[in-house]
């Protein structure tokens, strides 16, 4: 029932580099736009990227902006989000979550409609 897949996570020492990639199931990513999410425990799901449908504009949070990049290959039915200089801040579960075609105005979790079950990224030495 699951419609996303994220895979990629894991330890990573400050200053290390993860590619995290969001495949989708049962259905074709081509008109959905996809966004990245993260969750640390006791803080609120927020968005840290958002790439739309055909791929042409991207968001990011200041959070993570100059570090990560978003990218989608539709003929893999996959999106990606590569996280470079990475610090203990960066420490959360990781959900891709689709919309149709365009990235949220207001970047909130009930704006989209299929999630995959996270993955684990940790940053620490």
């Known amino acids: 029932q699951l419609q996303f897949v994220e895979s990629g996570g894991g330890l990573v020492q400050p200053g290390g580099s993860l590619r995290l990639s969001c495949a989708a199931s049962?259905?074709?990513?081509?008109?959905?736009?996809v966004a990245w999410f993260r969750q640390a425990p006791g803080k609120e799901r927020e968005e840290i990227s958002c790439?739309?449908?055909?791929?042409?504009?991207?968001s990011y949070a200041d959070s993570v902006k100059g570090r990560f990049t978003i990218s989608r290959d539709n003929a893999k039915n996959t999106v990606y989000l590569q996280m470079n200089s990475l610090s203990p801040e960066d420490t959360a579960n990781y959900y891709c979550?689709?919309?149709?075609?365009?990235?949220?105005?207001?970047?909130?979790?009930?704006?989209?409609?299929?999630w995959g079950l996270g993955t684990q990224v940790n940053v620490s030495s």
């Open positions: 979550a689709a919309v149709y075609l365009y990235c949220a105005y207001q970047h909130t979790p009930s704006d989209y409609d299929f």
């Open positions: 049962r259905f074709t990513l081509d008109n959905w736009a």
């Open positions: 790439i739309s449908a055909s791929g042409s504009t991207t």
